[in-house]
C-alpha cells in the first residue's frame, strides 16, 4: 500500500478532493458570511478588559469543573464488548485575599465532599448481537445517574421547552406529548434510538451520563460553586418525529440546567473542539476591530434572538444548541477561538435584557471578564483552568490503558476464562 500512497497519482487524488471541497463548500459558504459579515462586527463581537492581574474581588467565588475520558474498548469476551470510562472533578477557590489564585480543593477533603474517589472509574458492558444493547444500556444509566425518578427527569425538559405550565408528569397530559407518556416513564423508553446503538453511540452514551453525574454531585454537595463547567456543549439531541430528546443524556442534561438555577450556579459549557462555521473569520475580525491580543466575545444568536439566527449556520441542526447560548471566545491569540455555552433560561432572566441591547451587552462583558479571570494558567492560557486540570486528571494515556487491560488479562486468568475469548478472531491468523 505504501507504494500507492507515494506516488504522483495519489497526491493528484488528494489535489482533486481538496479543490472540489474549495469549489462547491467553501465558496458558498464564503457568500453565505458575507450576508452575515456587518452584523457579525457591528452587533454580536465585542471585547472585554480583563481584571488587573493583582485585583482583589469584592467577593472570591468557587469554581467546579467535569471532564471524562474512556475507551469503548477496553476489553472483549467474545461479542461482549467492555467500556471503561473515567470522570474526574476539579474545584478551585478564587483566593485573590490570600494571594493563591485558584487553588484547588484538598483532594481527600473532596472526596469526602462528594462521597466518591477522584478521578472514578466505571466499567459497563454490552452485547449488540442478542438484542439487549437497549435494556444493557438502561441498566447501566440507571447505575450511574443519582435521580432515579424517570418522571421526574423528563418533566424538566418538558417545562424549559414547552413553558412553566409542566410543572408535573401529569400536565403532560394537556399537551401533544400526551401520547407519547408511556415511554416516558422508564429509562428503556427514553433510548429512542435503539435501532442506532452502535459502540460507539453507546460508549458516548455512557460517558456522557457519568459527567453529568458527577456534575449533579456536585450540585447537591455543600461545595456551593458560582460556577460548574462542563467539557463540550449543552445539546440535547432531538428524535425528529417524537420532538423530545433521543436519549436519556438530553433528560438529565435539562435536570442538570434546572438544578444549577435552583442553586444560582452558573453551568456552562466550554469546546475546543466544534463546528462553528468561520471561526477563523471572526478572530480576524476580532483582531482588526480590536487589536492584535485582544480578547473578544461572540454572541451566536438563534432564530428566536432579536435580529435572528445567521446565515452561516442555519442548515446545521444543532447550532445553537436547542435550549443553549453559544458564544465564541478568545483570550489568547496563540489559540484559536473556543465556543462556550449556557443555559437559555438561565441567560434570559439573568443577562439578556429585553428591549436593551447595552444593558445585555454590559452584562455579557461582566460575565467573560470573569471567565477570562480564571483563564489565565500559563499551561493553558485562554482556557479554564478548572477544566484544564480535570481533563489532566481523568485521561487515559496509552499507557494507562496498556496497564489496565493487563490487570483484565490477569482476572481472566485468576477466573479461570479461556483468554482467547478476549482478542479478536483475525489475531488467529496473525492479521
Keep these: 500500500m505504501l507504494e500507492?500512497?507515494?506516488?504522483?497519482?495519489?497526491?493528484?487524488?488528494?489535489?482533486?478532493?481538496?479543490?472540489?471541497?474549495?469549489?462547491?463548500?467553501?465558496?458558498?459558504?464564503?457568500?453565505?458570511?458575507?450576508?452575515?459579515?456587518?452584523?457579525?462586527?457591528?452587533?454580536?463581537?465585542?471585547?472585554?478588559?480583563?481584571?488587573?492581574?493583582?485585583?482583589?474581588?469584592?467577593?472570591?467565588?468557587?469554581?467546579?469543573?467535569?471532564?471524562?475520558?474512556?475507551?469503548?474498548?477496553?476489553?472483549?469476551?467474545d461479542d461482549v464488548r467492555l467500556h471503561l470510562v473515567s470522570t474526574s472533578v476539579v474545584v478551585l477557590q478564587s483566593?485573590?485575599?490570600?494571594?493563591?489564585?485558584?487553588?484547588?480543593?484538598?483532594?481527600a477533603q473532596l472526596e469526602s465532599e462528594l462521597n466518591q474517589e477522584q478521578p472514578h472509574l466505571d466499567m459497563h458492558w454490552h452485547?449488540?448481537?442478542?438484542?439487549?444493547?437497549?435494556?444493557?444500556?438502561?441498566?447501566?444509566?440507571?447505575?450511574?445517574?443519582?435521580?432515579?425518578?424517570?418522571?421526574?427527569?423528563?418533566?424538566?425538559?418538558?417545562?424549559?421547552?414547552?413553558?412553566?405550565h409542566v410543572s408535573s408528569f401529569s400536565d403532560i397530559d394537556s399537551t401533544d406529548y400526551a401520547?407519547?407518556?408511556?415511554?416516558?416513564?422508564?429509562?428503556?423508553?427514553?433510548?429512542?434510538?435503539?435501532?442506532?446503538?452502535?459502540?460507539?453511540?453507546?460508549?458516548d452514551e455512557l460517558r456522557r451520563v457519568s459527567e453529568y453525574a458527577a456534575a449533579r454531585t456536585v450540585?447537591?454537595?455543600?461545595?456551593?460553586p458560582k460556577y460548574i463547567l462542563l467539557d463540550g456543549a449543552l445539546s440535547v439531541f432531538m428524535h425528529f418525529v417524537l420532538k423530545y430528546p433521543s436519549m436519556p443524556s438530553g433528560f438529565m442534561l435539562r435536570e442538570l440546567c434546572s438544578l444549577s438555577r435552583e442553586r444560582n450556579v452558573i453551568?456552562?459549557?466550554?469546546?475546543?473542539?466544534?463546528t462553528i462555521p468561520f471561526a477563523h473569520r471572526i478572530a480576524k475580525m476580532a483582531e482588526e476591530k480590536f487589536g492584535t491580543g485582544s480578547k473578544w466575545f461572540c454572541l451566536l444568536p438563534s432564530q428566536k434572538d432579536p435580529g435572528g439566527g445567521l446565515h452561516i449556520y442555519s442548515d446545521r441542526t444543532y447550532i445553537p444548541p436547542r435550549l443553549a447560548v453559544p458564544y465564541l471566545f478568545s483570550f489568547s491569540e496563540d489559540n484559536r477561538p473556543s465556543r462556550i455555552d449556557f443555559?437559555?433560561?438561565?441567560?434570559?432572566?439573568?443577562?439578556?435584557?429585553?428591549?436593551?441591547?447595552?444593558?445585555?451587552?454590559?452584562?455579557?462583558?461582566?460575565?467573560?471578564?470573569?471567565?477570562?479571570?480564571?483563564?489565565?494558567?500559563?499551561?493553558?492560557?485562554?482556557?479554564?483552568?478548572?477544566?484544564?486540570?480535570?481533563?489532566?486528571e481523568c485521561k487515559l494515556s496509552y499507557e494507562d490503558l496498556r496497564m489496565a487491560r493487563e490487570v483484565f488479562a490477569d482476572v481472566l486468568h485468576e477466573l479461570g476464562a479461556d483468554v482467547r475469548r478476549s482478542t479478536p478472531m483475525r489475531e488467529d491468523y496473525g492479521l
Excluded at 26 to 47: S, V, Y
Excluded at 95 to 107: H, S
Aim: a neutral charge; aromatic letters at 8%.
Design 343 to 392: 443555559d437559555r433560561v438561565w441567560w434570559k432572566k439573568n443577562i439578556f435584557v429585553r428591549d436593551d441591547p447595552a444593558k445585555t451587552r454590559e452584562k455579557e462583558k461582566a460575565l467573560f471578564q470573569e471567565i477570562e479571570f480564571m483563564s489565565r494558567d500559563a499551561r493553558w492560557y485562554g482556557y479554564p483552568v478548572a477544566l484544564a486540570l480535570a481533563h489532566e
Design 179 to 203: 401520547k407519547h407518556k408511556s415511554k416516558l416513564e422508564s429509562i428503556q423508553g427514553l433510548i429512542s434510538r435503539a435501532g442506532f446503538l452502535t459502540n460507539t453511540a453507546v460508549h
Design 4 to 77: 500507492k500512497i507515494l506516488t504522483d497519482r495519489f497526491r493528484k487524488l488528494v489535489r482533486a478532493v481538496l479543490t472540489d471541497v474549495r469549489n462547491q463548500q467553501d465558496l458558498r459558504d464564503e457568500k453565505e458570511f458575507a450576508k452575515d459579515e456587518e452584523r457579525i462586527k457591528n452587533e454580536l463581537l465585542d471585547d472585554i478588559v480583563p481584571c488587573p492581574a493583582n485585583e482583589v474581588l469584592d467577593e472570591d467565588f468557587t469554581v467546579a469543573a467535569v471532564d471524562g475520558s474512556g475507551t469503548e474498548n477496553f476489553g472483549i469476551l
Design 95 to 107: 483566593n485573590t485575599r490570600r494571594g493563591t489564585l485558584f487553588e484547588p480543593m484538598d483532594r
Design 267 to 274: 453551568l456552562c459549557a466550554v469546546s475546543k473542539n466544534h
Design 219 to 224: 450540585l447537591i454537595s455543600e461545595i456551593r
Design 127 to 164: 452485547s449488540g448481537v442478542r438484542n439487549d444493547a437497549r435494556d444493557k444500556l438502561a441498566a447501566s444509566l440507571s447505575d450511574i445517574y443519582p435521580n432515579k425518578s424517570v418522571t421526574d427527569l423528563i418533566v424538566h425538559f418538558f417545562q424549559d421547552y414547552l413553558g412553566p
